[in-house]
């Protein structure tokens, strides 16, 4: 069965300090990866996605993220983190049949 | 655009009280996802639609719960009798295709 597993329920970082947030999935066709982005009262929001091509791919914020086929990764980083960056985020994979799965997220905490 | 529209944005009710929640997808999208989220569950998808047809309510967790997609720019998601354990806030999200995902600001519940 297709599953997205993040591994971290929360992480604390220091303002100014590298990220990377880890996330496996569970596909057995190559699949479509996303990050989203979830500030305290508000939806989700797209931070980059995976299709096909370059395995490291780019995203807004400056955040990155890099997919490993052999690992059945997709880790997002960002080399230097903001205070504003606090907030959830969830790794996705999309299977076939438009449907997403949606990892259970990880809570970042930025100390000044 | 104005995005994915929720409506309402926050809504408290009885138990035993009907409760619909409505929302308008973005123009030319042509799937709709309705999403609960809760601290001890995390985001779950309950049902989503494509091209106005349900493709997957497995995820819908009892017959109190019903979606309707009457046309590509209305969907509700309605729950009779509602009871305290539905209290979550839910998402409504549209796509086109298997991209990216844009989601609404979200309808918080409460149901006392």
């Known amino acids: 069965a297709q599953s997205v597993t993040q591994p971290d329920i929360h992480i604390t970082v220091s303002e100014g300090a590298s990220l990377e947030l880890r996330c496996n999935y569970s596909?057995?066709?190559?699949?479509?990866l996303f990050w989203y982005v979830q500030s305290p009262g508000q939806g989700l929001q797209l931070l980059l996605k995976?299709?096909?091509?370059?395995?490291l791919v780019q995203g807004i914020k400056g955040f990155e993220a890099e997919f490993k086929r052999s690992q059945s990764s997709f880790n997002l980083r960002k080399p230097s983190v903001h205070w504003s960056d606090a907030a959830e985020y969830f790794c996705?994979?999309?299977?076939?049949?438009?449907?997403?799965?949606f990892g259970a997220g990880t809570r970042l905490f930025v100390k000044a | 655009d104005a995005g994915v529209i929720q409506s309402p944005r926050h809504e408290v009710t009885e138990m035993g009280q009907e409760v619909t929640l409505r929302c308008k997808p973005i123009?030319?999208?042509?799937?709709l996802f309705w999403y609960r989220q809760t601290m001890m569950r995390g985001l779950e998808l309950l049902i989503y639609?494509?091209?106005?047809?349900?493709?997957?309510d497995s995820g819908m967790p009892e017959d109190r719960f019903s979606a309707k997609m009457p046309n590509a720019s209305f969907s509700t998601l309605k729950i009779q009798p509602s009871e305290p354990r539905d209290s979550a806030v839910y998402f409504c999200?549209?796509?086109?295709?298997?991209?990216?995902?844009?989601f609404g600001p979200g309808t918080r519940l409460t149901v006392l």
């Open positions: 999200a549209s796509s086109l295709m298997d991209n990216e995902q844009f």
């Open positions: 596909y057995g066709a190559t699949p479509y």
């Open positions: 995976y299709f096909s091509g370059d395995t």
């Open positions: 996705a994979v999309v299977t076939g049949g438009f449907k997403t799965i």
């Open positions: 123009s030319g999208h042509n799937s």
């Open positions: 639609f494509n091209n106005n047809v349900p493709i997957d």
